[in-house]
């Protein structure tokens, strides 16, 4: 949770429909799942690029997922020079 903004409107919608959380609770429980599956979550990116406005950054990234498609699109605002993630979007497309 330490990458994560501490505002309250943080949000990650994962590549699966049920996916869908907001608020640091909500992530921090997405993520612990994670963990709590035994599996391993391997992201290899081979398209990236990054936008940054002030304090604010867009990062999109296509690749692949435990070597499935993957796309992303995550939102970072910089509090106390340190980027910090805000919104996570990610996709598997077919």
């Given at each position: 949770?330490?990458?994560?903004?501490?505002?309250?409107?943080?949000?990650?919608?994962?590549?699966?429909?049920?996916?869908?959380?907001?608020?640091?609770?909500?992530?921090?429980?997405?993520?612990?799942?994670?963990?709590?599956?035994?599996?391993?979550?391997?992201?290899?990116?081979?398209?990236?690029?990054?936008?940054?406005?002030?304090?604010?950054?867009?990062?999109?990234?296509?690749?692949?997922?435990?070597?499935?498609?993957?796309?992303?699109?995550?939102?970072?605002?910089?509090?106390?020079?340190e980027?910090?993630?805000?919104?996570?979007?990610?996709?598997?497309?077919?």
């Amino acid at each position: 949770m330490a990458l994560w903004a501490a505002d309250d409107d943080i949000t990650l919608w994962g590549s699966e429909l049920h996916e869908r959380d907001a608020g640091r609770d909500q992530i921090r429980a997405h993520a612990q799942a994670i963990v709590d599956s035994g599996k391993d979550l391997r992201f290899d990116w081979d398209d990236t690029s990054v936008h940054v406005e002030g304090e604010v950054a867009w990062v999109r990234a296509a690749g692949a997922a435990n070597g499935s498609p993957y796309r992303l699109t995550v939102v970072l605002v910089r509090r106390s020079g340190e980027w910090r993630l805000h919104t996570f979007s990610g996709s598997e497309p077919r």
